[in-house]
C-alpha cells in the first residue's frame, strides 16, 4: 500500500505558495513501512531547497540543514532504518535495495519541483509587486 506523504507528515508542511498561484500539482508517496524511517530525509531535503516546516501546533520546527544544505548523513540513516524494517519484515536483498533506491530517487524530485515551485511562485510575487508600484 503506498501513502503520500502529505498524509505521512501532515505535521510537517512546507511553506509553498497558494495552491490557486500554482502552475502545477506535485506529490511524493512512500510506502507505509519505509515512510517513517524516510520522514527525517524528506524533511531534510524540503529544507536544503528552502521550505519551512511546522509541527503540529503551526510552529516552525528547528531545521535540520540550512537552504542548499547537505541532507547525505541523513539519508544515509534513513536508507539503513529502511533497510532493516525492510529486512524484518523478510524482503529480499534485490527487492529491498531496489525499493529504497528508488524511494530515495522520488523523495530528491519532489524536492526539487518543490524547490522551483517556490522559485517561481517568488519571482511572480516579486513581479506582481513590481506592477503594483
Known amino acids: 500500500m503506498m501513502l503520500t506523504f ?6 510537517f508542511l512546507p511553506v509553498s505558495p497558494p495552491l ?4 502545477q500539482s506535485i506529490s511524493l508517496y512512500v510506502p507505509d513501512d519505509i ?3 524516510m520522514n527525517p530525509y524528506v524533511v531534510c531535503r524540503l529544507q536544503s ?3 519551512t516546516m511546522y509541527d503540529k501546533d503551526n510552529k516552525p520546527t528547528p531545521a535540520l540543514v540550512e537552504k542548499g544544505g547537505d541532507c ?4 544515509t540513516k534513513a536508507v539503513a532504518d529502511a533497510d532493516a524494517v525492510l529486512t524484518q519484515a523478510g524482503k529480499k536483498d534485490g527487492a529491498r535495495a531496489k ?7 522520488s523523495i530528491d524530485a519532489f524536492a526539487e519541483a518543490e524547490g522551483r515551485l ?4 517568488a519571482e511572480k510575487a516579486q513581479a506582481a509587486g ?3 508600484d
Open 6 to 11: 502529505v498524509a505521512v507528515a501532515l505535521a
Open 49 to 51: 531547497v528552502g521550505a
Open 35 to 37: 515512510a517513517p524511517a
Open 72 to 75: 547525505s548523513a541523513i539519508r
Open 99 to 105: 525499493l529504497i533506491a528508488k524511494t530515495v530517487k
Open 20 to 23: 490557486q498561484e500554482q502552475e
Open 130 to 132: 513590481k506592477k503594483a
Open 118 to 121: 517556490m522559485v517561481s511562485a
